[in-house]
């Protein structure tokens, strides 16, 4: 019996490593695709997210700090699918690719720019919560003792539905996704929604590439 509940320990710990990435970049998606702005650039700006948060830990030695850093660098590329799909009405798939194309090249040129001869090896990574509480192995270890945003990342998606459903810009957001004219006419300016659901989507995407490298 106490192994059975040491393999569901192990498993659970492993969801809760595996799922934060793609559910923090899957709730940014939402937002953009919510809008009416299709970003297809989600894993460019992980992959960038990932190397600037992972630079950032290694030179500040604060794990959120480069957390949120890998953030901001996912937004500004989401800034890049802006300016290109909502102010010049760009192919959305062709910004999305171009973003897949340019974001994981910049990284690789940055690294080897700047670490050639070294490892990018930082021990500044997220905080564990519960870390010493309970016995390395056992059921409450492989639980709770993992990374603090891991258990933030579900978090959001009680407070992504929220905004989806339950405020005002929620709404208006899935309107502009659906009916733009009728928003247009209506006074809400469509262009600022767009833009701060793009950003957010870029933003999101960058935590869950910054998560994956620390």
Known sequence: M???????????NAMLIATPPLLLAALGSCFSERSGVVNIGIEGMMTIGAFIGAVAAYYSGNGWLGFFCGGLAGAAFGVLHAVACVTFGADQTISGTAINFIAPGLAVFLCKAMFENSSLDTASKLPKMFNGVFPAGSFGYNVLSTYS??????????????????TRFGMRLRAVGEHPQACETLGINVFRIRYGAVLFSGMMAGLAGSFVSM
């Open 2 to 12: 106490n192994v059975i509940i040491k393999d569901l320990g192990l498993l659970i």
């Open 149 to 166: 945003a891991a258990y933030l990342s579900f978090v959001v998606v009680l407070v992504v539905w929220f905004v989806f459903y339950k």
